[in-house]
Structures are given as structure tokens and as C-alpha cells.
């Protein structure tokens, strides 16, 4: 008998303690599931781990801007139960004539089915004498009312339904907000001929960069124009030759090599504004000078208080000269082996030097949108437009330097710490130049066609022979 006592106890003792796990379990134990954000624009929420709601019937997703689960398709079932509630706002009304008792008696609407006998014979005693009628009339209206709940106690159960109907309001203006951000993606084709099954193909940019991608020619695919090696775009973010993303914040309006090799040299000028709460500016790459054989050639975002993508804000120097394209897609400007041409109708444009380099340029604004979420605090007075960049080499060597250029050195190991949210690289004192044009930073070993000349001239000097022969580097024979 001891024993069984026993074993009930037990068993009485892990009901309860599984009554207890089951109550402490997290929302969307039933269908456990989980959703990040995944749009790297949204730095503070992207890549958090969230648990999915436990009304969620298979999985959710996470709204960036908010930071919070949704639903994946939960809304749907939301219209049938707001049916019920309409008898609801009706029977209100019944309620609201019970505190005035004394003017419904005369009319209840109980009296059609089997009270009317009864207040006929109540009604004629209260004529004679009014002082007794008041007695006896309100024992009618508290007969009256009793019934008068159990009619309506059915209906209590439909406030249920409205607590049912409460969880999926808060989900409600999530949807609104999700579907604000991607406004209207861009839609991008392959310009390239020589892929006749992608030429022409249309695609819709990715929900990461609705408005700034292209396409892959060679996987047919829409790729973000920020999201390949070579890039250097917003504050400012880098992708080094190995694949590493990582910022190089600077400071504003001061400029850094960027790419430091013999036969090539670029140069950011980085324009920003303070944070009061942090150690650093914001900055943005504001104008690149690009040096290569002696040529000089200068890309620039101009300055612009209001944004207007059909106003063209890019400006482009080739050795001192300002080029002047005309503003529709496909315009082309050529000199030996630098070409300049747009591939939009304003603010785009590629430079390329056949076998040294191609740099894709945008102009792009700071939107109120990034200075909201940023707590960038750009004012009407300038919308601190910049520049959106994409380098490719062809002949860098394997002593190549600077912000961007040491990612492409064959025995380079990335310095930035990984696995943070914003792994930032270092070298301010390292990579830091007078002006755009300038090779006196630390790293810098440029060396221009001129100079190479000019060593070229000491050491091969001209000759005259009796034969009549002359020139630099002639070897004179008896």
C-alpha cells in the first residue's frame, strides 16, 4: 500500500513539473522556428536571430525596419472572425435602456411571448394609488431583468472571439511597413553581346539593393552592384580582392590611397560630418584621382542640396580637361586607350584603360531614410552626395598597397577582426595623402612614364658616329 502511495506521488510530481516546462516553453514552441533579418543595410538588425510567435501556424520572417517576427501567412484568417462581432454592437443597445427602467416597463419586449397576462392585472392596481404601484413596478423590472441575461449570455461569448481576434491586430501594420521599403525594384538587363542566351534578358533587382544592381552576364543572374570584390560604396564599405568586407572610415575631408602599385595609383577624397556621439565622422568617398602612364584622370559626385536622378551630379577631368558627355545611355568618349562612357542616362558611367583597369562610378545621395536609421543628421542645406564604386584590374602586381590594393597581394592575411558586425580596417597614419593627386603616403611606389623616361635618358645617351648615324642609345662600330 506504501509502495502505490508512493508511485501516485511520483506520478502527481512530473505532471507538475511537466505542466511547468510546457507553461515556461518560448513562443512558437508548438512549431519551433526561426527567422533573421537579411538585408545588411539594416546593420542593428541584420543577422538577429529571432523566434518565431507562437500564433505563427508554419514560419515567419523578420521585418528589418521594425526588428520584429511576422507571420509568414497568418493574416488571412482574420477576416472570419470579425463576422461574429457584428450582432455584437447590437445588443449593446438593450443594455443601455435597462438603467431606465421606470419609461421600458410599459413596453418591454418580453410582454408579446407570456408576460403580458401577468402585467395587465399588476397594471390596474398601480391607477388607484401611486405610492403602492412603486413597490410592485419595480418588481417587474427585476423580474424583467433576469431574463433578460440569460437571453444574452450567449453573447458574452463573442467578446472571446474578440480576444481572439486581438493577436493578429498587432501583425496587421506590419505587413504596411514591410512592403514600403522595396518600392518598385529596378529591373536590369545584359548589356554584353558576346552572351547571346543573356543578352537583353530582363531581370529584377534583389530585395538587398532594389535600386542599384546589375547582371551577371556569364550566371545570368541580377547581382547588387556593392556586393561583389571591388567595391567601395556607402560609409565607406569595402570588399577587398580576397572577399573580405570590411569599412575604412577616415576622416572627412581628407584624402587616402586607395590602390598604390608602380604603374597605377588612386586616391579617395573623403568628405563626412561628426558624430557627437562617437569618436569618428561619417564619411563618404566623395572623388577619386586615378593616376596611371602620365595621365591624370579626376571622377567626382558634385554637391547638391535636393536630389534629382534625372540631373546629372558626376564630373569627370581628364588630365585638366573637364569631358562633357551627352546625358543618354550609351554615350562614349575615347583617347587612345581611355574610354569614358555612360551606361545611364545621368550619374553612371565606366572608365576603363585597356589591360590596367575598368571603374564603374554612380552618384549617389544620402536618402532621409539612411540618415533616419544611421543618425546621420543630413540636412536640406546637402544631401552629401557621393560616390558608389567598383574597381577590376588587370596588371596589378603582387606588391600592390593601399586601402584597397594590399587585398590583392597574393600572401595577404586580412587584418580586420572578424565575425563583428562592423569590421573596421585600420592604417589611418599609413594610407593618409596631401591631395588627389598626390603619391606621398607611406605606401606609395607609383613611378610615371615620365620619370621612367627620364631615368631612361641618363642612361643611354646620345651618340653621333662618323657614318653619319645619330640618336639616343646608338652604339657607334669602326
Known sequence: MAQSMV????????????????????????????????DPSYKECHNLVHVCPKFCPDSCTVDCQSCKPVCGGDIAPSPPV???????????????????????????????????????TESTPPTPTPSTPSPTTPSPPEESTPPT????????????????????????????????????????????????????????CPASCPGQ??????????????????????????????????????KKDQDFCLVADNNLHINGHFIGKRNKNMGRDFTWVQSIGVLFDN???????????SWDDTVDRISVIFDGENIFL?????????????????????????????????ITAKV????????????YDITNDDCFAHLDLKFKFFSLSNEVDGVLGQTYRNNYVS???????????????????????????????????????????????????????DGRGVVCKR
Open 82 to 120: 470579425y463576422t461574429p462581432p457584428t450582432p455584437t454592437p447590437y445588443s449593446p443597445p438593450p443594455t443601455p435602456p435597462s438603467p431606465a427602467v421606470d419609461p421600458t416597463p410599459p413596453t418591454p419586449s418580453s410582454p408579446p411571448p407570456t408576460t403580458t397576462p401577468s402585467p395587465p
Open 149 to 204: 441575461p440569460t437571453p444574452f449570455s450567449p453573447p458574452p461569448t463573442t467578446p472571446a472571439p474578440q480576444k481572439e481576434s486581438t493577436p493578429p491586430t498587432p501583425s496587421s501594420p506590419a505587413p504596411p511597413t514591410w512592403s514600403t521599403p522595396p518600392s518598385k525594384p529596378k529591373k536590369v538587363k545584359c548589356k554584353n553581346n558576346n552572351y547571346t542566351k543573356c543578352y537583353a534578358s530582363e531581370h529584377v
Open 415 to 469: 587584418k580586420v577582426k572578424m565575425g563583428v558586425l562592423m569590421p573596421v580596417m585600420g592604417g589611418y597614419s599609413k594610407f593618409v595623402s596631401t591631395d588627389s593627386f598626390a603619391t606621398d603616403c607611406s605606401v606609395a611606389k607609383f613611378k610615371s612614364s615620365e620619370e621612367d623616361g627620364s631615368l631612361l635618358n641618363l642612361q643611354l645617351p646620345s651618340l653621333s658616329c662618323q657614318s653619319g648615324i
Open 364 to 375: 549617389v545621395p544620402i536618402t532621409n531614410e539612411e540618415s533616419r536609421i544611421h543618425n
Open 7 to 38: 508511485c501516485h506521488v511520483m506520478l502527481v510530481v512530473i505532471f507538475i513539473l511537466v505542466a511547468l516546462t510546457e507553461a515556461q516553453t518560448p513562443p512558437g514552441i508548438n512549431n519551433p522556428s526561426h527567422a533573421t533579418c537579411k
Open 326 to 358: 551627352p546625358t543618354s545611355e550609351g554615350a562614349k568618349w575615347q583617347s587612345f586607350t581611355t574610354s569614358i562612357t555612360r551606361i545611364h542616362d545621368t550619374n553612371h558611367i565606366v572608365v576603363e584603360v585597356e589591360n590596367l583597369f575598368r
Open 213 to 250: 544592381c546589375e547582371v551577371d552576364c556569364v550566371s545570368c543572374k541580377p547581382v547588387c552592384n556593392c556586393d561583389m570584390p571591388g567595391a567601395v560604396c556607402q560609409d565607406p564599405r569595402f570588399i577587398g580582392g580576397d572577399g573580405i568586407t570590411f569599412y575604412f572610415h577616415g
Open 295 to 305: 595621365h591624370k584622370v579626376q571622377i567626382s559626385a558634385q554637391k547638391t542640396s
